[in-house]
């Protein structure tokens, strides 16, 4: 009986790029595999098949001389024909099946071939994190600070190499310096941290006394932080390197360092501007003048107020606002004016605010008030 193609055996066309043929493969093998179809010949038969297929065609020079004879070209043994087909049956390590499904199950349990790259990883010492709080003005100026944590260092006794002077660490003859170690089940691979290492890859039989064979100890640093001026809240700094010391010489970790920047007594900033509430008098308001306003650089600005000023009119100085990094330029400033009602009046000044009153109904200087009142008459006559 004629052999099946093998690029239809496996649903793909004859242009099909590897990656496109290993999923193919592997959805017909999880498919017809023989643990999952105990006893049915024909899906045995079919296992063989795909598998069969997928051994040539995985193999460029297998697949051109394929592509060019057919089946014709692994007739008689003379090219491996049979992917792996022994006159005793089947064999699963000669196909490249083993090597597969090793894959597929690494690929579940997060090992196979990220071995050497997760032993790597589990060296690297942690990253630290560290919460600093400053002021706005510190926000607008920048400022060098230093700082103390406490962290794992590398041991100086043993340069973090985790081994007593004179010795050093030995590849572990159980794993072979992998950290893991595998067992064949059937037809699954099953990988362990190697109990010997206990995932190192390397064994030591002289540990430093002074860090216990970890290659760090637990000490107090100072660090010198910069932070640029015009940093805004929940920024975060990375100092490279400043973290955890890694475990026998692995790499460090990495410090960040989160910044929270106080409330501020005045001000109140978003983004590059800053705004101000300021209180003027009744007096200031109705007649106008100049009133005298902090600034985040610690001058102070004049403002003038026009006459007849509300509660609530802003004023814009430009370029009076926060710092801008990376930048030369300055964000604005916006005064936010309140017009104050006087308290404790002196008999005077009650008598001239009740002669002013008087003149007030006269003179139509409230066209506000006077506006609401007319709509409220207008609505309710």
């Not at 032993?119 to 600093?132: E, F, H, I, V």
Request: proline share 3%; hydrophobic share 30%; aromatic share 8%.
């Amino acid at each position: 009986m004629a052999k099946q193609d093998y690029y239809d055996l496996l649903g793909v066309s004859r242009s099909a790029k590897p990656d496109e043929l290993k999923k193919a493969y592997r959805k017909l093998a999880m498919k017809y595999h023989p643990d999952k179809n105990a006893g049915d010949k024909e899906s045995e038969k079919k296992f063989k098949e795909i598998n069969e297929a997928y051994d040539i065609l995985k193999d460029d020079q297998k697949r051109a001389a394929y592509d060019r004879m057919g089946h014709a070209a692994f007739e008689g043994g003379t090219g491996g024909g049979g992917g792996g087909f022994h006159a005793g049956g089947f064999d699963f390590a000669a196909s490249g099946f083993g090597n597969i499904f090793d894959d597929m199950f690494s690929e579940f349990m997060g090992g196979g071939a990220q071995t050497r790259g997760a032993q790597t990883a589990s060296l690297q010492g942690a990253d630290l994190r560290y919460n600093m709080e400053i002021s706005l003005e510190d926000a607008f100026k920048g400022l060098k600070k230093n700082i103390k944590i406490s962290t794992n260092t590398t041991c100086d006794d043993c340069h973090g190499s985790g081994a007593s002077e004179g010795s050093k660490a030995e590849t572990c003859p159980t794993c072979h310096g992998q950290g893991k170690t595998r067992a064949r089940q059937g037809f699954f691979t099953i990988e362990r941290t190697c109990s010997h290492c206990h995932g190192m890859g390397k064994i030591i039989k002289n540990p430093c006394k002074t860090c216990a064979g970890s290659g760090r100890t637990r000490k107090e640093k100072t660090l010198s932080v910069t932070i640029p001026a015009g940093i805004e809240e929940g920024a975060r700094i990375r100092l490279t390197g400043e973290g955890e010391a890694g475990l026998r010489g692995g790499s460090p970790g990495d410090l960040y360092i989160f910044l929270h920047i106080k409330s501020h007594k005045l001000f109140h900033r978003d983004g590059p501007n800053i705004y101000c509430q300021v209180p003027i008098s009744m007096s200031t308001a109705a007649l106008g003048g100049e009133i005298e306003v902090p600034a985040i650089d610690g001058h102070t600005a004049r403002v003038k107020v026009p006459e007849g000023t509300q509660s609530g009119k802003q004023f814009r100085l430009k370029g009076k606002g926060m710092s801008i990094m990376r930048s030369s330029s300055r964000g604005d400033m916006y005064i936010e004016t309140t017009v104050e009602t006087p308290v404790n009046l002196t008999k005077r000044q009650k008598e001239l605010l009740e002669e002013f009153a008087g003149l007030e109904k006269k003179s139509h200087s409230s066209p506000l008030s006077e506006g609401f009142f007319a709509k409220i008459k207008d609505l309710w006559g």
